[in-house]
């Protein structure tokens, strides 16, 4: 059998499993399984071999951070930083045009910073911003989008378990990954903002009008505003340490969920129930990483025996066509897999065949850790498999047609941001190279 037809033969028999419902793990499993026996013949004991590389995959210490800022994520969760936030930013912002969404974006945003889970900040806000958005006349395809969209930054904004994936994967430092996403996690934000004022604009009612309320005194917003001291704080020690090179991703991990464990007694909101399900949801996403990188390894393995990377490379040097259309074709193939498969899935099935076309093209490694994540991000607002749409449908009475309207403008946001950094990689690199 040839190379093409036993690539071809391979991604026909993912594809089937996925829309069959199996579960991207076991899938990825399956196709490795088949490549070591049908498609490698020199492998003489493919289940020893199987063995070997989930080992392999899964004793790295790059992925030890990986459990403690879920754990950070999970235990933030339970401390209600996020009320906090959203109550200080609301009162702040309350009286500018569509504030409530504003502070909702900006709460987003730094939840993301601190949790480093969109799931958890679209759920945490989606019971918080949205009831009092809806209640304040927000529609419900504004309010609904612009939580789903703001959960995106969490995998963007550092810390980010993605970018800790990705590191491990393309083996560079995961700090400088983290250190790279703060700007463009900075400009998705403002770019938020920007386009729902512009969308309030073209169709206004989807925003009520300011109501003249009583004016809050500026000793009693400061006063508020003292509850984002924690969070700056917690957001200063994880990054900071990592920036100044005090600390590494896994003392910082650590670091972040000694301080969210700190903050939750603080505010006396941890029982041992709570503490209990945090671990046990801390146990069970890190399984589901786990299990997918370790799949994911056996499928690698045969793609890299059959020098599939390698033949991409020369492929595309053959075509003598732009870098940029070479980079945009990739980006596409990122926006169909979003609708498939989740971030972490789409991580681990390219990279391994990507990156090194994209070194070859002379794209920086550090650089493509923010593209690839933000590619990913748009993932999680686009149907069918968008994990940020079925999440607030669940904390929700919104149907799922209703949410993914109001993601659609965001998705448009996202693609505009992704051609900014791709047209000035400055933006990613700047803060890594001062590191």
């Keep these: 059998m040839s190379l093409g037809m036993a690539v071809g033969l391979m991604v026909l028999i993912l594809l089937v499993l996925l829309f069959s419902g199996v579960r991207v793990a076991f899938a990825l499993g399956i196709v490795g399984f088949i490549g070591l026996v049908f498609f490698l013949p020199g492998i003489r004991s493919p289940q020893r071999m199987m063995g070997n590389l989930i080992w392999s995959a899964v ?17 933030l969760v339970i401390s209600g930083m996020s009320e906090s936030l959203f109550g200080t930013l609301s009162l702040w912002l309350k009286k500018l045009r569509g504030g409530l969404c504003h502070a909702t974006t900006v709460s987003c945003a730094i939840f993301a910073a601190m949790s480093g889970s969109s799931l958890a900040t679209c759920a945490t806000l989606g019971r918080i911003a949205a009831p009092e958005m809806l209640k304040r006349g927000y529609s419900k395809s504004l309010t609904y989008g612009a939580i789903s969209a703001g959960g995106t930054l969490g995998i963007l904004i550092p810390p980010s378990i993605t970018m800790i994936i ?12 983290f250190i790279a996403g703060v700007i463009p996690g900075i400009l998705c934000t403002l770019t938020f903002i920007v386009m729902v004022d512009l969308w309030s604009r073209l169709k206004p009612g989807i925003i009520p009008e300011i109501v ?14 003292v509850t984002i001291i924690w969070p700056a704080l917690i957001i200063f020690f994880v990054l900071g340490g990592i920036y100044l090179g005090v600390t590494t991703p896994t003392e910082a991990g650590a ?3 000694l301080c969210a464990f700190a903050l939750c007694l603080l505010k ?15 146990v069970r996403t890190t399984s589901f990483i786990m299990l997918i990188l370790a799949c994911a390894s056996i499928v690698s393995f045969v793609v890299q025996y059959l020098r599939v990377p390698a033949l991409l490379t020369t492929l595309v040097i053959e075509l003598k066509v732009s870098r940029y259309i070479v980079i945009s074709l990739f980006y596409v193939l990122y926006l169909i897999l979003g609708m498939l498969v989740d971030p972490v899935s789409m991580m681990v099935m390219t990279i391994p065949v990507i990156l090194p076309t994209i070194k070859t093209m002379g794209f920086d490694p550090i650089w493509f850790s923010v593209v690839v994540t933000l590619a990913c991000e748009i993932g999680l607002i686009t149907p069918p498999v968008g994990l940020n749409l079925y999440v607030l449908r669940g904390v929700s009475d919104a149907p799922l047609s209703e949410i993914a309207f109001g993601a ?19 933006l990613s690199l700047w803060l890594p190279s001062l590191m």
């Excluded at 800022?69 to 235990?75: A, N, V």
């Excluded at 491990?168 to 990954?177: E, F, P, R």
Aim: charged share 10%; proline share 6%; hydrophobic share 60%.
């Design 268 to 282: 006396k909101n941890l029982t041992w129930a709570a503490l209990w399900e945090a671990l046990l949801a801390t």
């Design 255 to 257: 670091v972040g969920a």
């Design 408 to 426: 659609a403008p965001f998705v448009l946001t996202l693609i505009i941001d992704l051609v900014i950094l791709t047209a000035f990689p400055v």
């Design 59 to 75: 004793n790295k210490f790059p992925l030890t951070p990986v459990p403690l800022f879920i754990l950070m994520g999970e235990l």
């Design 212 to 225: 003249i309320e009583a004016d809050v005194s500026l000793k009693a917003k400061l006063l508020q505003s």
């Design 166 to 177: 990705y590191g491990n994967l393309a083996g560079v430092s995961i700090g400088h990954c």
